[in-house]
């Protein structure tokens, strides 16, 4: 028996491989490899570098392994190109899911774990931001997260199927013993980009809008350990597993940190020069996302191992500064 993992090679996936192995569960990484790396995942776990669109693939796995669960990660997540390319995204994000949901059901596997996004509420009415918040993506990635979802209910509705969709809020971090982390190829996100100037990988930042209604200015997020997010799909499982009930929670820290304090606090964790330059908003943008994780706590009895951002900044430096190239060349290089 072994719990299927897609996108287990991926950023959040491949933490969460790491916490579920640590709980001495089998697990089991199905993963394209277009955005993760094998290296992101422990030899000892069984690995298919396979697409969720190729049916044939998946029975085989589910039929080696004897699948009772998954954790479904795999899917296209950057805002930007799903604007420029929103068949690509419907196509992989929720075709892909279709189509993996159709041969759990060939296999009678009835437990799913999804992961979801605070992009599925767009610009919020209230902060925090609580679950039946209206949902409002204002991107193609969002909304494919969102139609997942939905495809999700009206899949238990029709079919029995189970679900705790997770909606995360900033992931960052890394794991603190420093054999994974994050690595983008593009890199968007803000954590990575600072830390990559601090190691003179970039001649900037870019902060993108000073003109927001916050209190300096600048866009305000709640930044989440990806080992707390991990955590949380253990969780969810184990939640699943007793009482079969499908649920939807948020998962941050409850506190928001803008733009400038981040790159501060990267300043003060690396002790190195960052350089900064004041740009136009990125499209898109809300001001402020700030999540109530209240639901999560109370249901799943998620509390944050590692919620303040000093501690979040500081594992993410330890794996830049020992792989400053990512998986993609020697390790302790610098
Ligand atoms: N951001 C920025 N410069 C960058 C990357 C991000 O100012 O080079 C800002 C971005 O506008 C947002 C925040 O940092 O307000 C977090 O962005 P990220 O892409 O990390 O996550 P998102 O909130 O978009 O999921």
């Known amino acids: 028996m072994a719990i299927l993992i897609t996108g287990g090679a991926g950023y959040i996936g491949s933490h969460t491989v790491r916490h579920f192995q640590q709980q001495g569960e089998s697990v089991v990484v199905y993963d394209h490899l277009g955005q993760g790396h094998k290296d ?77 996004t605070a992009a599925v509420y767009g610009e919020p009415q209230r902060i925090p931001i609580k679950e039946d918040s209206p949902t409002n993506p204002t991107n193609p990635y969002g909304e494919t997260k969102l139609a997942m979802e939905r495809l999700l209910h009206w899949s238990e509705q029709a079919y029995g199927i189970h679900y705790v969709a997770l909606r995360y809020f900033n992931a960052a971090g890394a794991d603190p013993d420093g054999e994974i982390g994050e690595d983008h190829t593009p890199e968007s996100h803000l954590i990575p980009i600072v830390l990559q100037t601090a190691l003179g990988q970039r001649s900037h930042v870019a902060i993108f809008g000073d003109d927001y209604d916050t209190q300096d200015g600048t866009c305000v997020r709640d930044y989440i350990h990806v080992m707390d997010l991990a955590h949380a799909h253990y969780l969810a499982l184990k939640k699943l597993e007793t009482t079969a009930k499908s649920a939807v929670y948020n998962l941050g820290n409850g506190t928001g940190f803008s733009v400038k304090e981040v790159i501060d606090m990267c300043k003060q964790v690396t002790e190195r020069t960052i350089q900064v330059e004041q740009t136009a908003r990125r499209a898109g943008d809300p001001a402020v996302l700030i999540a109530s994780s209240a639901k999560a706590t109370e249901e799943l009895g998620w509390i944050p191992q590692y919620p303040d951002l000093k501690t979040i900044v500081q594992h993410a430096w330890q794996w830049h500064v020992h792989h400053p190239t990512g998986y993609q060349k020697g390790k302790d290089t610098l």
């Not at 420029?84 to 596997?109: H, I, Q, S, W």
Request: net charge negative.
């Open 40 to 116: 992101a995942v422990s030899t000892d776990v069984p690995f298919y570098a396979g697409d969720l669109h190729d049916q044939a693939m998946l029975r085989s796995v589910f039929g080696a392994h004897d699948i009772t669960a998954v954790i479904h990660f795999a899917a296209h997540s950057l805002v930007g190109e799903s604007v420029t390319g929103p068949l690509r995204y419907y196509e992989n994000n929720l075709a892909g899911t279709m189509k993996l949901l159709e041969v759990m059901l060939e296999f009678d596997v009835k437990q799913i774990v999804f992961s979801s």
